[in-house]
């Protein structure tokens, strides 16, 4: 049987669990970030019964990339949170919000899950790096909500969506966007990202894309030049339309949005390689029940069944 390889963007779902679950624990302190993402792992587990868990954290951001632009990701909205009759509860959400991830990482180092972090490294490249360099013949399931991650899907890779509840590959993607996985990336240089704060070209959004290029849907190999060469000869046939003119006078812009986009082995340097690698080859702690269970009883995780949660995760990741 090829059991998957499971590989989640750590913070991306831990927050979207500390955003929508007000849950507390025994002691009082909020825990929705801890017990919603434990049993987050647990269903994927129970699900897909993955050879192996990774949780990637980010560790402090891209230095290369914000060498090309240094303003990104600057303008990233605060997390709306699902908290509306606990406010006054909360004298310090972001020192809740570190707490939770603290210990989070304390508990998953007693179980079988892989946790990787990484100095000056996104999480979305590691996992990439995992995806092209760790067992390319057996399937992965990235888990996620971030767009950015569906330039990666291929016929071994595909993504679970913690929101949607569904698993999305090459098929999806053509169906809802009616571009090719291989061109998303592209195709968001120019559209733009605005939770990253990329600016794109004015009045090119996904279905003027596909609409005015086509090719998107059917061509694997586009570039950005492409595109702009299309929109010169369209100029050319005398189009009036704006959206070309304004893909021509991007051009920069767009050559900038594909550097800071485009998951490339080469936003990882050598040393941050071996970091990885270390990391996913070796867990910093032993499969410890007793300790796991002295962290949830000392923080008052006691309502989550952590007993289900190792067994189900140890029955699965033993080969």
């Given at each position: 049987?090829?059991?998957?390889?499971?590989?989640?963007?750590?913070?991306?779902v831990?927050?979207?669990?500390?955003?929508?679950?007000?849950?507390k624990?025994i002691?009082?302190?909020?825990?929705g970030?801890?017990?919603?993402m434990?049993?987050?792992?647990?269903?994927?587990s129970?699900?897909?019964?993955?050879r192996?868990?990774?949780?990637?954290?980010?560790?402090?951001?891209?230095?290369?990339?914000?060498?090309?632009?240094?303003?990104?990701?600057?303008?990233?909205?605060?997390?709306?949170?699902?908290?509306?009759?606990?406010?006054?509860?909360?004298?310090?959400?972001?020192?809740?919000?570190?707490?939770?991830?603290?210990?989070?990482i304390?508990?998953?180092?007693?179980?079988?899950?892989?946790?990787?972090?990484?100095?000056?490294?996104e999480?979305?490249?590691?996992?990439a790096?995992?995806?092209?360099?760790?067992?390319?013949?057996?399937?992965?399931?990235?888990?996620?909500?971030?767009?950015?991650?569906?330039?990666?899907?291929?016929?071994n890779?595909?993504?679970?969506?913690?929101?949607?509840?569904?698993?999305?590959d090459?098929?999806?993607?053509?169906?809802?966007?009616?571009i090719?996985?291989?061109?998303?990336?592209?195709?968001?240089?120019?559209?733009?990202?605005?939770?990253?704060?990329?600016?794109?070209?004015?009045?090119?959004?996904?279905?003027?894309?596909?609409?005015?290029?086509?090719?998107?849907?059917?061509?694997?190999?586009?570039?950005?030049n492409?595109?702009?060469i299309?929109?010169?000869?369209?100029?050319?046939?005398?189009?009036?339309?704006?959206?070309f003119?304004?893909?021509?006078?991007?051009?920069?812009t767009?050559?900038?949005?594909?550097?800071?986009?485009?998951l490339?082995?080469?936003?990882?340097?050598?040393?941050?390689?071996?970091?990885?690698?270390?990391?996913?080859?070796?867990?910093?702690?032993?499969?410890?029940?007793?300790?796991?269970?002295?962290?949830?009883?000392?923080?008052?995780?006691?309502?989550?069944?952590?007993?289900?949660?190792?067994?189900?995760?140890?029955?699965?990741?033993?080969?």
């Open positions: 049987m090829n059991k998957p390889e499971i590989y989640i963007d750590g913070l991306n831990f927050m979207r669990h500390f955003a929508a679950n007000p849950a624990s002691n009082g302190q909020l825990c970030g801890i017990v919603g434990l049993k987050n792992i647990q269903h994927l129970e699900r897909f019964s993955p192996k868990i990774v949780v990637v954290w980010e560790g402090g951001g891209s230095v290369r990339r914000k060498s090309i632009d240094p303003n990104y990701k600057n303008g990233r909205r605060p997390v709306r949170l699902n908290r509306s009759e606990l406010i006054g509860d909360i004298p310090d959400t972001v020192e809740n919000r570190d707490f939770q991830l603290k210990t989070l304390k508990i998953l180092y007693k179980t079988p899950v892989t946790q990787i972090y990484v100095n000056d490294c999480a979305d490249d590691v996992i790096y995992l995806v092209s360099a760790k067992k390319t013949d057996c399937q992965k399931i990235i888990v996620t909500s971030d767009k950015d991650y569906y330039q990666l899907i291929d016929e890779t595909k993504i679970w969506s913690p929101n949607k509840k569904v698993l999305i090459s098929q999806y993607v053509m169906d809802k966007w009616k090719t996985s291989e061109n998303f990336c592209l195709a968001r240089c120019f559209t733009g990202d605005q939770s990253d704060g990329l600016k794109g070209v004015k009045g090119a959004g996904f279905k003027v894309m596909v609409k005015r290029f086509p090719e998107l849907g059917v061509c694997n190999n586009l570039s950005i492409d595109i702009i299309k929109s010169k000869q369209e100029i050319e046939n005398g189009s009036k339309l704006k959206v003119k304004e893909i021509i006078e991007s051009e920069k767009l050559l900038k949005n594909w550097k800071l986009m485009y490339d082995s080469a936003m990882v340097s050598a040393d941050q390689v071996k970091a990885i690698n270390y990391q996913y080859d070796n867990k910093e702690e032993r499969i410890n029940k007793m300790e796991l269970l002295k962290i949830m009883n000392q923080q008052g995780l006691n309502m989550f069944d952590i007993h289900t949660f190792f067994l189900t995760l140890k029955a699965s990741t033993r080969i």
